[in-house]
């Protein structure tokens, strides 16, 4: 089925502890990412056939489930071990694309679980899902979903019993900032320097040692963190094991994307001091690159000297991140000018715009952009500036999409599936996998949430 070839789990015995799914009592399929398995160069029939292999409940030929550990800085306090507490990697599947992780998550508790049951409902599931196909459709690097099954187990959450579910997820590798941390933490120079050879071999073959690998991942997330921010989207959970040394957006548990646009929005119900809201996210990925930084400076000889070098080539970010953001800003308004993006923002906020549609329109008919803010004198005076600037339709066209994942459809796909309705799910993903046109088919889901469909606040996956 797979063409597995297992390199992590041939790193020493204390990066992961090796073991099996636990099996669940009654699988069913929700979904099989057919379109991603043929890209994968599997065979979605075989796939199909499979069920139990996407629950867990047979490992697939070649597989070496293992369960990997990490730490991380959680909302800024050090959290010494976390590890995939509710998840397992299966192996590495090697097709077309090169490398990829098969990750089952929601497969059973591992010692690394703490307090948590290893297992997920099937909401967070479906969430992961959507939202994960839609970044990928919108040209984001992130983390795939390949397939989602339902259980036929309950698990217990905050709100009462909620039916369980097993995702797949396909990744570039699940190498976080928090796995050098785990090793670093724990003064294991040998581990960290095994993994920096790892991670460079796979991510970064022409980086030279822990500085070259530093100033990858630098690159990367600074790409990565710009593409978020032109979308509208807030990760929620930024902490350093939820950032990937591949610049993929991973963990899809309070993200959204905002409806209305302001710079301090927040949805995550955890984030009470709105550390990850949408504009202090460019600072938080410098702050967790420190992380990573920090982490590798055993491995890079002299302390002092480690340190002065370290800290000169994180001075970059900024740099970089300003290169990214230009980059995207300029795309949106088709014009490269900062203070032309930037005051546009503020009316935006200031008119309570909507994000996605507000640039939309802009690309495709923007005489009616001034009817998504409320200020629209202010709108009014920005408007022929910015077309005597002669804006690039061509650059807004392929920089702005019609369609995001707005919050209330994915909320409503979900509610749906815990009542046994996948339809919404199913259609949901269908019109997010072809987010650049407006369709008659896509119309409904281009509509904002109307003041009592607001979701105001989402939650971790857990
Ligand atoms: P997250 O907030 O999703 O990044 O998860 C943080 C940590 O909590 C990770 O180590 C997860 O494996 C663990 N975790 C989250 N949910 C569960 C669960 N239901 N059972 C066991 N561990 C969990
Ligand atoms: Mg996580």
Same mark, same amino acid.
């Given at each position: 089925?797979?063409?597995?070839?297992?390199?992590?789990?041939?790193?020493?015995?204390?990066?992961?502890?090796?073991?099996?799914?636990?099996?669940?009592?009654?699988?069913?399929?929700?979904?099989?990412?057919?379109?991603?398995?043929?890209?994968?160069?599997?065979?979605?029939?075989?796939?199909?056939?499979?069920?139990?292999?996407?629950?867990?409940?047979?490992?697939?030929?070649?597989?070496?489930?293992?369960?990997?550990?990490?730490?991380?800085?959680?909302?800024?306090?050090?959290?010494?071990?976390?590890?995939?507490?509710?998840? @397992? @990697?299966?192996?590495?599947?090697?097709?077309?694309?090169?490398?990829?992780?098969?990750?089952?998550?929601?497969?059973?508790?591992?010692?690394?679980?703490?307090?948590?049951?290893?297992?997920?409902?099937?909401?967070?599931?479906?969430?992961?899902?959507?939202?994960?196909?839609?970044?990928?459709?919108?040209?984001?690097?992130?983390?795939?979903?390949?397939?989602?099954?339902?259980?036929?187990?309950?698990?217990?959450?905050?709100?009462?019993?909620?039916?369980?579910?097993?995702?797949?997820?396909?990744?570039?590798?699940?190498?976080?900032?928090?796995?050098?941390?785990?090793?670093?933490?724990?003064?294991?120079?040998?581990?960290?320097?095994?993994? @920096?050879?790892?991670?460079?071999?796979?991510?970064?073959?022409?980086?030279?040692?822990?500085?070259?690998?530093?100033?990858?991942?630098?690159?990367?997330?600074?790409?990565?963190?710009?593409?978020?921010?032109?979308?509208?989207?807030?990760?929620?959970?930024?902490?350093?094991?939820?950032?990937?040394?591949?610049?993929?957006?991973?963990?899809?548990?309070?993200?959204?994307?905002?409806?209305?646009?302001?710079?301090?929005?927040?949805?995550?119900?955890?984030?009470?001091?709105?550390?990850?809201?949408?504009?202090?996210?460019?600072?938080?990925?410098?702050?967790?690159?420190?992380?990573?930084?920090?982490?590798?400076?055993?491995?890079?000889?002299?302390?002092?000297?480690?340190?002065?070098?370290?800290?000169?080539? @994180?001075?970059?970010?900024?740099?970089?991140?300003?290169?990214?953001?230009?980059?995207?800003?300029?795309?949106?308004?088709?014009?490269?000018?900062?203070?032309?993006?930037?005051?546009?923002?503020?009316?935006?906020?200031?008119?309570?715009?909507?994000?996605?549609?507000?640039?939309?329109?802009?690309?495709?008919?923007?005489?009616?952009?001034?009817?998504?803010?409320?200020?629209?004198?202010?709108?009014?005076?920005?408007?022929?500036?910015?077309?005597?600037?002669?804006?690039?339709?061509?650059?807004?066209?392929?920089?702005?999409?019609?369609?995001?994942?707005?919050?209330?459809?994915?909320?409503?796909?979900?509610?749906?599936?815990?009542?046994?309705?996948?339809?919404?799910?199913?259609?949901?993903?269908?019109?997010?996998?072809?987010?650049?046109?407006?369709?008659?088919?896509?119309?409904?889901?281009?509509?904002?949430?109307?003041?009592?469909?607001?979701?105001?606040?989402?939650?971790?996956?857990?």
């Amino acid at each position: 089925m797979f063409a597995f070839d297992n390199s992590y789990a041939r790193l020493p015995e204390r990066f992961y502890t090796k073991m099996g799914p636990a099996p669940v009592a009654s699988p069913a399929w929700v979904a099989l990412n057919e379109g991603l398995a043929r890209d994968l160069g599997l065979d979605p029939e075989g796939l199909r056939g499979a069920v139990d292999v996407f629950a867990g409940n047979r490992a697939p030929e070649g597989a070496e489930p293992l369960a990997q550990l990490y730490a991380g800085h959680q909302f800024g306090g050090w959290s010494p071990q976390l590890g995939d507490g509710r998840a @397992l @990697l299966l192996g590495e599947h090697v097709g077309p694309t090169g490398r990829v992780d098969v990750q089952l998550k929601g497969s059973g508790p591992t010692p690394y679980s703490r307090m948590g049951d290893g297992r997920a409902a099937l909401g967070p599931v479906i969430r992961e899902y959507i939202v994960s196909e839609a970044m990928h459709a919108l040209g984001v690097p992130t983390t795939r979903a390949l397939a989602a099954v339902t259980t036929g187990e309950t698990v217990l959450r905050q709100d009462g019993p909620l039916p369980g579910g097993v995702l797949t997820r396909i990744a570039a590798s699940h190498i976080r900032v928090g796995t050098f941390q785990v090793f670093a933490s724990r003064q294991d120079t040998d581990a960290l320097q095994t993994l @920096l050879d790892h991670a460079i071999a796979r991510h970064a073959p022409e980086a030279d040692g822990p500085l070259g690998l530093l100033r990858h991942v630098m690159g990367v997330q600074a790409d990565l963190v710009a593409q978020w921010m032109g979308l509208g989207f807030i990760h929620g959970v930024m902490n350093t094991d939820n950032m990937t040394i591949s610049g993929e957006t991973i963990d899809y548990g309070p993200c959204a994307f905002m409806e209305v646009y302001h710079p301090e929005m927040v949805f995550s119900s955890i984030d009470q001091f709105g550390r990850y809201a949408w504009k202090n996210q460019p600072d938080i990925a410098l702050w967790n690159l420190a992380q990573l930084a920090t982490a590798l400076l055993p491995l890079m000889g002299d302390r002092a000297q480690a340190v002065e070098d370290a800290t000169e080539v @994180l001075d970059g970010f900024r740099g970089l991140y300003t290169v990214a953001w230009t980059r995207v800003l300029g795309a949106k308004i088709g014009v490269v000018d900062m203070a032309l993006g930037h005051e546009l923002l503020d009316i935006m906020a200031e008119g309570q715009a909507d994000f996605t549609n507000t640039f939309r329109a802009l690309t495709v008919a923007p005489e009616t952009a001034r009817d998504q803010v409320t200020n629209q004198d202010r709108f009014d005076g920005w408007f022929s500036r910015w077309r005597a600037a002669a804006p690039d339709q061509g650059a807004m066209t392929r920089a702005n999409p019609a369609l995001i994942p707005r919050n209330h459809q994915v909320e409503a796909a979900i509610q749906a599936a815990y009542g046994g309705d996948f339809a919404p799910f199913h259609a949901l993903n269908a019109a997010l996998a072809d987010p650049w046109q407006e369709t008659e088919t896509n119309a409904p889901y281009r509509r904002p949430a109307a003041p009592d469909e607001r979701v105001t606040h989402t939650f971790c996956g857990t």
